[in-house]
Nanobody, 127 residues
C-alpha cells in the first residue's frame, strides 16, 4: 500500500504560480512511476504530467506544455508539479498517482494505469 498526500493548492490570480508537492509513504518511492491528473467540475479526470521512476523521462498534456513541470525527489519520497502562467481553465482538483513498475525510464499517461491515488488538492485560478 502506498499513501499519497497532495498539498499546495489554493487560490491564485491568472498568470501566477503554484507548486504542488505530493508526499508518499508506505513503499519504496523509487519503485513507482508518478503522475498528476486534474478533474474540473462536471468533467472526467484528465492527464496532466507523468514522470518515470528515475525521473529522467517526463510527459505532459499539450495544454500544460511549457507552463508546468513535473519533478521528483526520491530522497524525500515526493513528487512535485510546478505550475506557472496559470489560466482560469486550469481550475480543478489536482491528484497525484503512483504505479509500481520495473521500468526505470517509462512513464504512464492513462489514469487506468495507476494503482494508487491521493485525495486531491483544489487549485482555483481567478481571472
Amino acid at each position: 500500500q502506498v499513501l499519497l498526500v497532495e498539498s499546495g493548492g489554493g487560490l491564485v490570480q491568472a498568470g501566477g504560480s503554484l507548486r504542488l508537492p505530493c508526499a508518499t509513504s508506505g513503499r519504496t518511492f523509487s519503485n513507482y512511476a508518478m503522475g498528476w491528473f486534474l478533474q474540473a467540475p462536471g468533467k472526467d479526470r484528465e492527464f496532466v504530467a507523468a514522470i518515470s521512476r528515475s525521473g529522467t523521462s517526463t510527459h505532459y498534456a499539450d495544454s500544460v506544455k511549457g507552463r508546468f513541470t513535473i519533478s521528483r525527489d526520491n530522497a524525500k519520497n515526493t513528487v512535485y508539479l510546478q505550475m506557472n502562467s496559470l489560466k482560469p481553465e486550469d481550475t480543478a482538483v489536482y491528484y497525484c498517482a503512483a504505479r509500481a513498475t520495473d521500468y526505470s525510464y517509462r512513464y504512464y499517461g492513462a489514469s487506468g494505469e495507476y494503482h494508487y491515488w491521493g485525495q486531491g488538492t483544489q487549485v482555483t485560478v481567478s481571472s
